[in-house]
């Protein structure tokens, strides 16, 4: 009976359990003592001024020359142009009008910089701060302010991701309850949360139920962490699913002209999204907007992504500002690495770990500045240079994580959130 319940439902639910379980047995048989110590950190963290945070990241390795850092008149710059922005001394592309008129609201790290020009090390990382191990694997940032942070009211998860997951850290070696939930498309939202109308929602609780029944020898038998995670995620998200909060995953409550406003491609809709969802307490957003890795044709191809950049991440600050919710809302964006300042034989720019750019903006952020400096051809840091776990830390520190404490893992050692990373406090307000 129980393998032939509500398709659609289940569907939900098997795909949630499913991704947010991760890769591995490893990541989630957590000892207590890694629940113990979360629950002292909840108890004793310092409340930042970040109550959510909307995580932009650019997948693929966005060219920092090309957006944030330009080099006006420098070989290095090819054909894009540098526009000033409302703060003086700052220059962005000027196919960036919109974050250009807001940078009194941001604050630019130039100076960024790692020591690896692979997408799947770089990616993991910058979500992460720790180097990709086969041993274990770590949390991003948002499975760490589940776990340290206390949870909001309400049945809304406390960790989303808009986009595609390939590659994700997830919740690591911490619980999958935490793990973000999954969103492919923003303009679809949660998929398979209704019932089909031949089964009535007391039908669909019994068959719950039996199957809760079934399962208990197999539990007593081997009293599995592992189990009991796959069965936290189950509840969170049949609780979710019978949730009048729900309606906050459908943009299309948002009228037309606001829509369009953020742009209609899957970053704009992405943004849009989350706005809700940190309107609505969810603490942790990211948004993935992937294919910045250009080695041919640069010129001709960002652009155009570059435009959808503005008009989303504009959008987004604007409403943010317009609502308030700016001075509790930390927004950043992020990228693994840099592109080269030579632009290749393909008119592209290839993967350039030397030195890139990221955006903060928000609660807890000194806006209209700019921290490190790359040289004269965007090569590598001249001042300040920052790194991953720097940049998380500052992030970590907005939020009022406890930077300090030590968080053991299943195989025994101890961790801090942002490894040792120290936060760059010239930004932090």
């Known amino acids: 009976m129980f393998n032939q319940f509500n398709p659609y439902r289940r569907s939900f639910m098997a795909d949630a359990a499913t991704r947010f379980l991760g890769v591995s047995f490893a990541g989630f048989a957590a000892s207590r003592s890694i629940h113990s110590v979360a629950q002292a950190a909840q108890a004793t963290a310092a409340t ?24 006006p008149g420098a070989k290095s710059q090819g054909e894009t142009k540098a526009g000033q922005t409302r703060v003086p001394g700052i220059q962005i592309t000027d196919k960036m009008p919109k974050l250009s008129y807001l940078m009194n609201e941001i604050a630019l790290v130039r100076s960024l910089t790692t020591l690896t020009g692979d997408h799947e090390q770089g990616n993991y990382l910058m979500h992460t701060s720790f ?3 086969n041993s274990i694997r770590h949390p991003a940032m948002g499975a760490w302010a589940a776990h340290a942070l206390p949870k909001k009211p309400g049945s809304l998860p406390s960790n989303v991701l808009i986009g595609t997951a390939a590659g994700h850290p997830g919740s690591g070696f911490l619980p999958a309850s935490i793990a973000p939930v999954p969103i492919s498309n923003a303009s679809v939202g ?16 019994h068959r719950m139920s039996l199957a809760n029944q079934y399962d208990q020898t197999f539990k007593r038998a081997y009293d599995s962490r592992l189990i009991e995670a796959y069965d936290q995620t189950y509840r969170e998200a049949v609780k979710l699913m019978s949730s009048p909060e729900l309606k906050v995953f459908d943009i299309k409550q948002e009228d037309e002209k606001t829509r369009k406003l ?58 943010l500002k317009i609502s308030g919710l700016l001075k509790e809302t930390l927004v950043v964006l992020a990228t693994e690495f840099g592109r080269t300042p030579i632009i290749n034989e393909n008119a592209g720019r290839d993967h350039h770990p030397g ?36 940049f998380n830390a500052t992030i970590a520190k907005a939020m009022g994580l406890p930077l300090e404490q030590e968080f053991i893992a299943p195989n025994g050692r101890p961790f801090k959130i942002c490894d040792n990373g120290e936060p760059i406090t010239k930004l932090l307000a």
């Not at 959510?52 to 390795?61: N, R």
């Not at 992937?290 to 989303?312: C, T, Y």
């Open 48 to 71: 930042g001024k970040a109550k959510s945070v909307i995580y932009l990241y650019m997948s693929g390795a966005m060219s920092h020359l090309d957006t944030f850092d330009p080099k």
């Open 262 to 319: 953020y742009g209609e491609d899957a970053l704009g809709q992405g943004c849009l999204l989350a706005r809700r969802l940190v309107e609505a307490g969810v603490r942790f957003v990211e948004v993935e907007f992937g294919s910045w890795d250009h080695h041919q044709d640069i010129f001709n191809r960002a652009p155009k992504m570059v435009e959808n950049l503005d008009n989303a991440l504009g959008a987004l600050i604007r409403d």
């Open 355 to 390: 030195v890139f750019s990221g955006l903060l903006c928000g609660a807890g952020i000194r806006g209209g500045a700019v921290y490190g400096k790359s040289d004269e051809l965007g090569r590598s840091p001249a001042e300040d240079s920052v790194q991953p776990p720097d």
């Open 190 to 205: 949660l998929e398979n949360v209704k019932s089909p109308s031949y089964l009535a929602d007391d039908q669909f609780k």
């Open 131 to 133: 180097t990709q191990l």
